[in-house]
């Protein structure tokens, strides 16, 4: 059964950081690509931060680009998203997510194979 299980959401104030972290189990963690999503109250969950397998490769939202950084140990089977200058507008649920093929991830929440239960990230201003 695979779980992904994720840690190190809070309430920070504006300007401040954050590291979410990701643990995995069930699965080949050194197979899959890992994402970070997140999601207001009545919108679509956003995929914002994504690194391949062997980490060679990572995208990131436009939103988070130059402030949120995704790593990855697969000794470990972690994910990490470091989060700097965190604005109010970055306030969520953080997801983390993981499957088999990179590409299909970048695509969209709805093809992601495997989910966490979130952890919850609030700025205040």
């Known amino acids: 059964q695979v779980q992904l299980v994720e840690s190190g959401g809070a309430l920070v104030q504006e300007g401040g950081s954050l590291r979410l972290s990701c643990t995995a189990s069930?699965?080949?963690?050194?197979?899959?690509?890992m994402g970070w999503f997140r999601q207001t109250p009545g919108k679509e969950r956003e995929g914002i931060a994504f690194?391949?397998?062997?980490?060679?490769?990572?995208d990131y939202a436009d939103s988070v680009k130059g402030r949120f950084t995704i790593s990855r140990d697969n000794r470990k089977n972690q994910v990490y998203l470091k989060m700097n200058r965190l604005e109010p507008e970055d306030t969520a649920m953080y997801y983390c997510?993981?499957?088999?093929?990179?590409?299909?991830?970048?695509?969209?929440?709805?093809?992601?194979?495997?989910w966490g239960q979130g952890t919850q990230v609030t700025v205040s201003s």
């Open positions: 997510a993981a499957h088999a093929e990179y590409d299909i991830m970048l695509l969209g929440a709805h093809l992601v194979g495997y």
């Open positions: 069930g699965l080949r963690f050194e197979n899959f690509a």
């Open positions: 690194i391949t397998w062997s980490g060679d490769r990572t």
